[in-house]
């Protein structure tokens, strides 16, 4: 599915994160520095906020001490580490459901992982390399997980210290890591049997490697001089000050989140000011409100039950409750990648409902006989085979915007013609497209369409930086007045 984004370019981010990072670029010798700085650290001054994420940056070094400048290596990178995660997030699946009923022994772990595998949100996570933080942040959660199964079965510290290590790498790949911090023990209880002490130890082990993690967060990033580049053009949230609109806001966002895993279409890398416009309560914001609410209680209800559906639904809404704004504003509006982790509740549930009303047919002492499988459940691979090509389709065709900035922000603008964000980028682009032409009429023509662009930013919003554009771009055209 993602192949074709090994030729593809750096883009976005990965131009601050690694193409001009200057510790980074260091390789193997600026991870001393990664260890101890924020992670914006290495690029610009103006891009200083308090961000601690050393493992990816960790990553991208050695990828550049070996592989400098090589965008392809380091698209592969991602690709492999997507591969590595769907592959343990099955395995995981057969050990959460190996003492299940017989309809859930093969096909359910097969179903929901073949159903992640394929979805077209990722796209952004993968074919963007600076989103390494998230493949990273899931796969070592997904690893800390196992590790705590293998503690429940046979009570070995030592797996109790591998889980608590991958989850502290998890932490510091990125922050959202710290929802597994009640995922983890959620799973144990839904999973595992009833083993209060061994649930308490791990939950014990769990907090204090979060306390730690916050300490060396705090120590890192305690002499930050925060430079506020969260404005109103990287989220919507800091144009408003009535906290009854910030939060329509958030559950009507929490709301397009809800359509958007459903149905994976339109997708957009810019979701800024003011693609999402400000909410009051309305319609739209209470429905978000109300859906949240019924699917939270019903999850309630069943939790002593231990059912599947209860446990999709907790895991969706813990891992979304950190990206929500809900409870803390984040420094984005809304983003695809924000879906990477929760959309593994959303799979669970798919997965439970076509086991469910799509009669399986399993024999528990047979289950190597893959023929026999595929056999007596024909009409369920079938389906699968049509959802998952429709995914696949969609990625497919997804993943190919995010060839280079040009590619992307061009294709995005369609759905994001809303955005003071993406037409001041592709004024950038038409900007040095001037500046790389040698032909006048051609230079004249990016010019004027990088004119326009800026133009259409600032109606959207006044920013200092798009107004400095463009006034180059009327000096360049010797239009001084």
Known sequence: LYAQSISFSFQGDDIGAIQENKITKKGLSGIATILTTDYWFGYIDEMRVPQYRPAPLILFAIEWQFFPNNPHFFHLINVLLYSITCGLLFFLLCKLFDNQSAKYSIIFPFICSLLYTAFPIHTEVVANVKSADEILCFLFAIISIIFSLNYFSNESKLSLIFSCFFFFASLISKETGISFLIIIPLTMYFFKSNNSKKLMTLSIALIGVAIINFIIRYEVLKHLEYKGIFTSMNTTFYSINNFVDREATAFYILLRYLILIIFPHPLTSDYGYSVIPVQTISLLPIIGILIYLIIFIYALIYFKKKSVISFAILFFLISLSVVSNVFLLIGATMAERFLYIPSFGFCLLFAYFIIKFIKVQEDKKNLVDIKMILNKNWFVILFIILITGLYSIKTFSRSQDWKDDDTLYKND?????????????????????????????????????????????????????????????????????
């Open 413 to 481: 603008i369609v759905y994001s013609n809303n955005s003071a964000y993406g037409h001041d980028q592709i004024g950038r682009i038409f900007l040095r497209n001037y500046n790389a032409a040698n032909d006048s009429i051609i230079k004249a023509a990016y010019l004027d369409s990088a004119i326009n662009e800026f133009t259409k930013s600032i109606k959207i919003l006044n920013i200092y930086d798009t107004y400095r554009r463009l006034g180059i771009c009327f000096i360049l055209k010797n239009d001084n007045e």
